[in-house]
């Protein structure tokens, strides 16, 4: 019996995003700390980043930018919902981020139904965002779909089907998305443990191994590249 790994590998790529765009007009981000150019860089506030992220594609010839799994980032610090006295910092990205400059479409990644969706609308959280829920053979996942607009969220409900390739949403804009430069956040989930609506992006360093286990590479599915 395949695994749940092996089952997202040999499945045919996934386009979330502006299909219209091809892969080879991808390039990789990094926002990680260990990014020596973001400290050349004022980086506080959304039109900031959209900033740099443009100069960023046009310096590659590039469209979209692409990255962020497991990529532990100083951009959650703003934000209560990721860093407070009560609780440890979250700053590990487990997701994957495709960056677009624009209010572009957002498509199903496969066939599910509509499991939940919610507007998080928290400094920094993800903002509107809808939640699908698949399954493929035997396994049972979620694919998470962060940083939408308002308009993404009506006229939806829960149990409504969705087709691969439909679009489901368009990208938002700051402050509505979260206050991010437009990106969205795309994310799989095995567990959803019982939350709807929403699901951690960003965990601690101590809770990592459980992340990496539910919540595996979107990559896996989108096959940007190689994996």
Request: negative net charge; proline residues 4%; glycine residues 6%.
């Amino acid at each position: 019996m395949k695994s749940f790994i092996e089952v997202l590998r040999y499945c045919e790529a996934a386009k979330v995003i502006a299909p219209e765009i091809k892969y080879s007009e991808y390039v990789a981000l990094d926002l990680s700390v260990t990014n020596k150019e973001l400290q050349v860089y004022d980086l506080n506030t959304a039109h900031d980043y959209e900033v740099y992220i443009q100069h960023h594609l046009h310096k590659n010839r590039a469209s979209i930018a692409y990255g962020g799994y497991l990529e532990r980032r100083n951009l959650y610090k703003r934000s209560a919902v990721f860093k407070n006295e009560t609780s440890n910092e979250r700053d590990i990205h487990i997701g994957l981020d495709l960056w677009i400059n624009e209010q572009a479409p957002i498509f199903a990644a496969l066939d599910g139904t509509i499991h939940s969706l919610q507007n998080n609308d928290a400094l920094g959280d993800y903002g509107p965002t809808i939640i699908v829920e698949h399954q493929m053979e035997h396994y049972k996942f979620h694919t998470l779909y962060g940083h939408l607009s308002l308009e993404s969220l009506m006229d939806k409900k829960v149990g409504y089907s969705v087709q691969k390739g439909a679009q489901i949403a368009t990208l938002g804009l700051p402050p509505i998305n979260g206050d991010y430069a437009p990106h969205l956040h795309f994310q799989i989930i095995i567990d959803m443990q019982n939350k709807k609506g929403d699901y951690p992006g960003v965990c601690n360093q101590n809770e990592l191994e459980f992340y990496t286990k539910n919540c595996p590479d979107p990559n896996l599915l989108l096959k940007i590249i190689g994996i």
